[in-house]
């Protein structure tokens, strides 16, 4: 389970309040990916030799060497979905399943970028640097309606976006992110992903917005696609019981 790029973010932080009904199903491998949570933080020269997809990639593949695991599902969101999209793509002799919920890379939008949540990303470490009201702002972006998310959770998101190598990484990541463009064109290669494919989607996501996903549904052979009402960026927490049920349905039928 891969987590998406925004401040603060880990693979527990992102996916705690899943665990309990994916974990009584299947084995789950929840890293910190590159810049984040626990792991470590590529340098600036890590970012001008490789993109961060290709530096997490390289990553993931050795974890889950060193674990013993040779083949695997991929659930990805955001930033961690185009890591997943890029690791099918390399390797799609390992990759037994994808589900891909607004995943970066694989996304054509219609309309401007950078998007809406896009910008408050960008924002948060500048202009003063984090606080609190500059969190709520952030979910505010991310969700639907974020009357669901009170101040705990904004005071939690904000204290795990304060340890200071994460922010030094976080100023690394957006200006290689502007060097390169924004993130690598992985919709390029959409063909070469074998795996049987579930997207997930917020029809009112304003990071990365359900528009894009057309190109997706037209190269990826086998793929699906449901998308939900009245949520936004983060599926597994504004619709958990039903991202759960599809994800583990979708999984236990491979």
Same mark, same amino acid.
């Given at each position: 389970?891969?987590?998406?790029?925004?401040?603060?973010?880990?693979? @527990?932080?992102?996916?705690? $309040?899943? &665990?309990? /009904? !994916?974990?009584?199903?299947?084995?789950?491998? *929840?890293?910190?990916?590159? #810049?984040?949570?626990?792991?470590?933080?590529?340098?600036?020269?890590?970012?001008?030799?490789?993109?961060?997809?290709?530096?997490? @990639?390289?990553?993931?593949? $050795?974890? &889950?060497? /060193? !674990?013993?695991?040779?083949?695997?599902?991929? *659930?990805?969101?955001?930033? #961690?979905?185009?890591?997943?999209?890029?690791?099918?793509?390399?390797?799609?002799?390992?990759?037994?399943?994808?589900?891909?919920?607004?995943?970066?890379?694989?996304?054509?939008?219609?309309?401007?970028?950078?998007?809406?949540?896009?910008?408050?990303?960008?924002?948060?470490?500048?202009?003063?640097?984090?606080?609190?009201?500059?969190?709520?702002?952030?979910?505010?972006?991310?969700?639907?309606?974020?009357?669901?998310?009170?101040?705990?959770?904004?005071?939690?998101?904000?204290?795990?976006?304060?340890?200071?190598?994460?922010?030094?990484?976080?100023?690394?990541?957006?200006?290689?992110?502007?060097?390169?463009?924004?993130?690598?064109?992985?919709?390029?290669?959409?063909?070469?992903?074998?795996?049987?494919?579930?997207?997930?989607?917020?029809?009112?996501?304003?990071?990365?917005?359900?528009?894009?996903?057309?190109?997706?549904?037209?190269?990826?052979?086998?793929?699906?696609?449901?998308?939900?009402?009245?949520?936004?960026?983060?599926?597994?927490?504004?619709?958990?019981?039903?991202?759960?049920?599809?994800?583990?349905?979708?999984?236990?039928?491979?």
């Amino acid at each position: 389970m891969l987590h998406g790029g925004g401040p603060g973010a880990s693979g @527990v932080g992102n996916y705690h $309040q899943n &665990l309990p /009904a !994916l974990a009584s199903r299947f084995r789950v491998v *929840l890293p910190d990916q590159p #810049g984040f949570g626990g792991s470590y933080r590529p340098t600036e020269a890590d970012l001008d030799a490789r993109s961060i997809t290709e530096i997490t @990639v390289d990553a993931l593949f $050795q974890a &889950l060497d /060193a !674990l013993g695991i040779d083949t695997f599902h991929l *659930l990805g969101n955001s930033l #961690g979905g185009a890591a997943a999209i890029a690791m099918a793509q390399a390797r799609p002799d390992r990759v037994a399943g994808l589900v891909l919920m607004a995943p970066g890379g694989g996304w054509l939008p219609f309309g401007p970028t950078p998007t809406e949540g896009q910008k408050e990303m960008f924002r948060y470490y500048n202009a003063g640097g984090p606080s609190e009201k500059k969190m709520a702002a952030f979910i505010r972006a991310m969700v639907f309606d974020h009357k669901q998310f009170g101040e705990d959770v904004v005071r939690a998101r904000y204290e795990a976006s304060l340890d200071e190598s994460h922010i030094a990484f976080y100023h690394r990541y957006n200006a290689a992110f502007a060097k390169r463009h924004g993130m690598d064109p992985l919709w390029r290669d959409l063909h070469r992903i074998k795996a049987p494919t579930l997207l997930l989607w917020g029809r009112d996501d304003r990071t990365i917005t359900l528009d894009g996903a057309q190109i997706m549904l037209k190269q990826i052979r086998n793929v699906q696609l449901h998308v939900f009402g009245n949520c936004g960026h983060w599926v597994q927490l504004e619709r958990q019981q039903d991202f759960e049920r599809l994800v583990t349905d979708f999984l236990a039928g491979l």
